[in-house]
């Protein structure tokens, strides 16, 4: 713990340093420069040593400043131990400078001054009072400077927070999709299952069997994966609709329509099994005569969209309330949670009849090399 704290501490020591130096080299080149161009007489190298150096007091008292502004912080303006402890400090810290200041000024003399400077108690007093106003301002700049830090570092703290929190909505959000799998649709396999097995169709039945087997293994093992390639959730939904075929028979027909190259493309994973569960529940199942379902994809503008289309009956007034409605809207949420803003998500009528829903997310592709591509 203290070994990593000390590692965390010495890069921020050094930005310390190198700001005041910074400001030292500054004041020192800028000063000199500027009243040699005027024509004046000082001993130029002592008082460039002078003036850069009189700026160490500050670098030595900027982390007992900042800790003292983490106890008593400045935003706690009320208190009167705030105002006492920062006066107190702020008038420490100048009176330190200006006793280092005369200290050297006494040394060195780099004013140059005939007879020479005053006595060290008089020019200390001379440099504090002098420089009341400017101890002021750079005490109130430390922890000016520290407190937009530490407000971009707690910014910056909220939004890990958020995203650690996004994601683990989003992995309910998951397992919330996955328990929806209708408990009907297990059941009604298995009295499928049942039904062939007391027609003698054995070979039929253990294939369902597996089927279910592969069904069940993948909503298992997928539990921790947010996204997933287009093509192996293709692959999960015909698990899916082979399953209900078997249910439906001749009554349900589907095709897939997707490209080759869009296979690679990431999805959130089980994204398409709601949808088309949606579709096979109000809109296959309430024909007698059944229907038919067709999965779409394409690539456009950097975006891909998926197409569930089934050509049942058409949405009722008011669909959004319903069960089907709660289905969409966790989908929705889940999207959202994953991609923001970027994503569109829709159902609805299509003419001459049937009903379409449409999902569309960023294009990011993760091919075998594991480079993204967009």
Avoid at 4 to 32: H, K, Y
Avoid at 82 to 100: D, F, K, Q
Avoid at 126 to 151: E, P, Q, T
Wanted: glycine share 6%; with cysteine; aromatic share 8%.
């Amino acid at each position: 713990m203290d070994g990593t704290r000390t590692e965390s501490e010495s890069p921020r020591w050094l930005w310390i340093a190198a700001i005041w130096c910074g400001m030292g080299l500054f004041d020192a080149t800028q000063n000199v420069f500027t009243m040699r161009a005027e024509g004046m007489h000082h001993a130029w190298g002592r008082l460039f040593v002078t003036l850069l150096i009189s700026w160490l007091p500050w670098i030595l008292a900027t982390p007992p400043v900042l800790r003292l502004a983490h106890r008593y912080p400045p935003a706690q303006w009320k208190r009167v131990s705030t105002w006492a402890v920062h006066l107190a400090a702020c008038g420490s810290v100048g009176a330190i400078h200006a006793a280092w200041v005369a200290l050297w000024e006494e040394l060195l003399n780099p004013w140059a001054l005939m007879p020479g400077p005053d006595p060290f108690p008089q020019l200390w007093m001379h440099k504090i009072y002098g420089g009341l106003l400017s101890y002021l301002v750079l005490y109130s700049l430390i922890l000016l400077v520290d407190h937009a830090l530490d407000s971009r570092e707690q910014l910056a703290l909220q939004q890990t927070e958020t995203a650690r929190l996004n994601e683990q909505l989003s992995k309910a959000q998951l397992s919330a999709l996955r328990r929806q799998i209708e408990p009907h649709f297990l059941f009604n396999t298995l009295n499928a299952i049942a039904g062939l097995v007391r027609e003698e169709r054995n070979d039929a039945a253990v294939n369902m069997i597996v089927r279910l087997s592969d069904f069940l293994r993948r909503v298992v093992e997928d539990s921790d994966r947010q996204q997933v390639p287009l093509g192996e959730e293709l692959e999960f939904t015909q698990k899916y609709l082979d399953i209900q075929k078997a249910r439906f028979a001749e009554r349900l027909q589907f095709s897939v329509d997707v490209p080759q190259e869009l296979l690679p493309a990431q999805v959130p994973s089980l994204i398409l099994q709601p949808m088309v569960e949606n579709a096979v529940k109000h809109g296959i199942a309430r024909r007698v005569q059944g229907g038919a379902i067709r999965i779409t994809a394409f690539r456009s503008n950097g975006t891909l969209t998926v197409r569930v289309y089934n050509d049942g009956p058409s949405l009722p007034v008011g669909w959004e309330k319903g069960q089907s409605g709660i289905g969409i809207l966790n989908v929705r949420t889940r999207l959202q949670s994953l991609y923001g803003d970027r994503f569109e998500l829709s159902m609805r009528n299509q003419q001459p009849g049937g009903v379409e829903a449409t999902v569309s997310v960023p294009y990011v592709s993760l091919p075998a090399s594991g480079k993204t591509k967009g």
